[in-house]
C-alpha cells in the first residue's frame, strides 16, 4: 500500500520511525512534512496534505501524529471521503479498522505506549475492514459529508 506520513514538531522522531517501520514492512511511504525537525508548526498544514493524498487516491491510508493524535484528527476529518481516527492502544488500533474502517490512524506521540508503537502499527496496516452490518454504518458516515 502507498501510506502517507505526516506530523507536527511533537510527532517528527515518531514520523521518522514509524516511516523507516512501515517501509520494512514493504509499502511505500509518502512523507508529507514535517521536514522542520522539532522546529514548532502547525499540525494542520501537514495533516490536511496527508488526508487531502488519501481523498485524491494518491495514498491508500495515512498515518499523522501531533502531540495528543487529536488535533491531527480534526483536521483530517474534515477532508472527504476520510475516516481518521486517535488509537490509544491495541484495542482501539483494531477496532477502527474492524469497525470503522478508518483510513487514517492518528497517534499522539506524548501519550502512547511506545513499546507497542511497532505492533500498533502492523495490526493496523493488516487488520481488515468486517463489512456486513458495520458497511451500512460507514456508509451512513460518508452520507453525512455528501460523499
Ligand atoms: C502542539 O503543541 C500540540 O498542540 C499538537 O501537537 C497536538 O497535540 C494538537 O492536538
Not at 33 to 44: A, E, R
Not at 50 to 70: F, K, N, Y
Not at 83 to 107: F, I, P, Q, W
Amino acid at each position: 500500500m502507498k501510506i502517507a506520513l505526516a506530523s507536527d514538531h511533537r510527532g517528527f522522531e515518531f514520523k521518522n520511525k514509524i516511516g523507516t517501520f512501515i517501509s520494512e514492512l514493504g509499502h511505500e511511504v509518502i512523507d508529507c512534512g514535517t521536514s522542520n525537525g522539532t522546529d514548532s508548526v502547525d499540525y494542520t498544514d501537514y495533516g490536511i496534505e496527508a488526508a487531502r493524498s488519501v481523498s485524491r487516491g494518491e495514498s491508500d491510508r495515512a498515518v499523522l501524529i501531533c502531540g495528543t493524535g487529536l488535533g491531527m484528527s480534526l483536521i483530517a476529518n474534515k477532508v472527504k471521503g476520510v475516516r481518521a481516527t486517535v488509537c490509544h492502544d491495541l484495542h482501539t488500533v483494531e477496532m477502527s479498522r474492524r469497525h470503522n474502517d478508518a483510513n487514517v490512524l492518528c497517534l499522539g506521540a506524548d501519550v502512547v505506549d511506545h513499546g507497542l508503537l511497532e505492533k500498533k502499527i502492523k495490526l493496523w496496516l493488516e487488520t481488515p475492514f468486517e463489512g456486513g452490518r458495520h458497511a451500512r454504518r460507514v456508509g451512513k458516515i460518508m452520507e453525512a459529508e455528501g460523499v
